[in-house]
C-alpha cells in the first residue's frame, strides 16, 4: 500500500468523500458532493449515499495520500513504525484534502491485482476497486496506465544486500512493486 512518485505533472488537492478510506497509491475518482456541492475524492469503482452512477467508475488519478484510521500506506513504513499516529493515520487531517496526481508521470506502488504481476511490459493497465488491473480483463475498459516494469523488488535506498545494494522497499502486495507510466 504504497506509492514512489518517481516523476509527476499535475498534483492537485481535493476534500475525501465522507467516510472514505483510500490508501496511498490507489486509483480515485471524482464526485459532486450530495449535500455540499463540492468536488471530492471517493475510491475508484465505489458507490456511495447509495449513488451507484457512472461517475464513481471513471478513474480520475492515482492517491498521493492516505485517509485511514488504522495504518499509515507509506512506503516500507513497518507496522511498529507508523506515521502519522497523532492524527490517528489520516495525512489528510489537517488541511481535509487528499493529493491526486493525474495527467501523466511515472511511479512504481505495490497496490495492484495479482494479474498484473505477469504482465508484459507497455500492457494497458484500468483499475478495479482503486487497484490497477490488466485493461484486458475489465468488461468496459478505460486505460489507466502503461506498465513500464514487471513486478518485483524496489530498492529502498537503505544499504543492505535485497536489490542494488539496498535493501528491498516493504510493502503489503508480497513486498513486490510494479513501475508504470500515467496516462490520465
Sequence with gaps: MALVEKFHVVAAEFPVASGQTIKEGQVVSLRLGPTTGVTEVVLQGTAIDGDTSSPYYIPYGIAGDTKSTTASSMPGVAAGWQNRASDYYDETKASGKMTVYHSGGEFATDMFQANVGSAAVLSSL?????????????????????????????????????????????????????????TI
Design 126 to 182: 484500468g483499475a478495479q476497486a482503486g487497484q490497477l488491473c490488466l485493461a484486458a480483463v475489465m468488461t468496459t475498459p478505460i486505460e489507466v496506465a502503461r506498465l513500464t516494469q514487471q513486478s518485483g523488488s524496489y530498492p529502498s535506498g537503505v544499504p543492505g544486500v535485497n536489490i542494488n545494494g539496498d535493501q528491498a522497499l516493504s510493502g503489503e502486495n508480497t513486498n513486490t512493486y510494479i513501475e508504470f507510466k500515467l
